[in-house]
């Protein structure tokens, strides 16, 4: 039963692409002007609602009412999704993200580079992430523990 385990999961690992750059220009149009006018607009752009669309075309996720705040987007399972942002060239520590953890499957972290574009996303279940006073959470935890899922990496 181990070794069936064991192979079950190299065989997921094997099989598990994780997404890239080249991914995110196939779906769209025009993507040498689409990040000119992203530099350009940068201080203007609601840098969440751009990760939530980037996420949406990355992993097919229906993207939920831009007013609903119980959760971002449902994926093709039907899962609820919470996707939150951190702009990493900045290189301050974001503060715990205020999330209802009994209303989502997981979250969906996306750290942007200087050019707003994603540099890396990570999906999170619920279950690793450690929730915090006020409604706040924090996922060190999961980063210590390496429970999370590498699914788009820049490069």
Same mark, same amino acid.
């Given at each position: 039963e181990k070794i069936t385990n064991f192979l079950n999961l190299f065989h997921?690992?094997?099989?598990?692409?994780?997404?890239?750059?080249?991914?995110?220009?196939?779906?769209?149009?025009?993507?040498?002007?689409?990040?000119?006018?992203?530099?350009?607009?940068?201080?203007?752009?609601?840098?969440?609602? @751009?990760?939530?669309?980037?996420?949406?075309?990355?992993?097919? +996720?229906?993207?939920?009412?831009?007013? %609903?705040?119980?959760f971002d987007a449902v994926d093709k399972e039907g899962s609820k999704v919470?996707?939150?942002?951190?702009?990493?060239?900045?290189? #301050?520590?974001? #503060?715990?993200?205020?999330?209802? +953890?009994?209303?989502?499957?997981?979250? @969906?972290?996306?750290? +942007?580079?200087?050019?707003?574009?994603?540099?890396?996303?990570?999906?999170? %279940?619920?279950?690793?992430?450690?929730?915090?006073?006020?409604?706040?959470?924090?996922?060190?935890?999961?980063?210590?523990?390496?429970?999370?899922?590498? @699914?788009?990496?820049?490069?």
């Amino acid at each position: 039963e181990k070794i069936t385990n064991f192979l079950n999961l190299f065989h997921n690992y094997m099989n598990m692409q994780v997404k890239n750059i080249s991914d995110l220009k196939c779906n769209i149009p025009d993507f040498d002007n689409f990040s000119k006018d992203i530099i350009k607009y940068k201080h203007i752009i609601d840098s969440g609602r @751009l990760s939530e669309w980037y996420c949406s075309i990355l992993f097919e +996720l229906k993207l939920s009412d831009k007013y %609903n705040e119980l959760f971002d987007a449902v994926d093709k399972e039907g899962s609820k999704v919470e996707i939150k942002q951190r702009k990493v060239f900045n290189q #301050a520590i974001p #503060a715990g993200m205020v999330i209802d +953890l009994s209303r989502i499957s997981y979250v @969906l972290l996306v750290e +942007l580079n200087n050019l707003l574009l994603p540099k890396r996303i990570y999906k999170i %279940n619920v279950e690793y992430i450690t929730p915090l006073p006020n409604g706040r959470v924090s996922f060190k935890k999961s980063f210590q523990e390496n429970k999370f899922e590498l @699914l788009f990496q820049e490069g």
